[in-house]
């Protein structure tokens, strides 16, 4: 008796995806990333690029498609980083879809030949001076647990530099001395990266202040505080933390200020106090001294431009 071979039906890759193919690969670009920020970031993007694709009728899921989505994103006047971040998410997404037979490897190597939008000029950041940076710290008012709450976290943001989502997961024990200094211990940063960040006294008196007054000795430093100045949640959000600035520097009359801000005026400060641009490196816990150098605000002078002294102004 002959023997019988089965044979097995290879699965072809498809041109369309549709949703639950495209909510299995999201699936598997976010769980493939190892920083929170960076899973909300792409899981976002993918998510406003899963819309626009869902909204147009049997679209091929390849380099024209994407070439114009990457139209309607530069329709919409998103600034050429963000829609660069859009694209870096529809290539995973694209990569995910091929390593796991959805989609045939041929288009996404179309799709990965898509270029980003093109950065014309260099964006001018937002930089406190110290007298900002001391007002903004006044702006809370101390007579309330919220404001105590909200001048510690200026003072982490100013004074250490660092990111929101470092700062809502600072626990009291993280606060350690070394070297007879305060600082951050084995902070755990983007991508994984671990250093030490140092306090200065200021900072630490400021976070004292709350801590003592919100009685917590434990687990996290900052929490919630309600209308009547009860203390509740385990810890605070990276967006509590964005409201809280807006806040601060609506009542401190500084226009246009994001938490991210703070962290530059950081950097430009401690420069300006003659910090070596190494040490400024490991403070903000930059992988490229060259991100640091962005961070110290471009070389261009404002306060003496070198147009100033083209003075034609009538008599």
Known sequence: MARQQKTTKRQKPKTILRFPDLEHSKNAVVNSLAATSSQESYSHAIDEFIGWYCSEPRLAFNRTVVLRYRFFLEQKNLAPSTINVRLAAVRRLAY???DSGLLS????AGIRRVKGAKRL??????????DQCRSLLRAPCLDTLRGKRDRA?????IGCGLRRAELVGLQVDDLQIREEHWVVADLIGKGKHVRTVPMPNWVKCTVDSWTRAAGITTN????????TGAIWGGHITPKAIWHVVKGAARRAGIANLAPHDLRRSCARLC???GGELEQIQFLLGHVSVQTTERYLGCKQKLRNAVNDGIDLAEA
């Not at 490897?105 to 996404?108: D, K, T």
């Open 220 to 227: 996290f430093i900052f929490r919630a505080v309600s209308r």
């Open 121 to 130: 000029g260099t964006r001018i950041g937002n930089w406190l001076t110290a």
């Open 271 to 273: 420069h300006l106090a």
């Open 153 to 157: 976290i200026l003072a982490v943001l």
């Open 96 to 98: 995910e879809a091929s």
């Open 105 to 108: 490897p041929e288009l996404a």
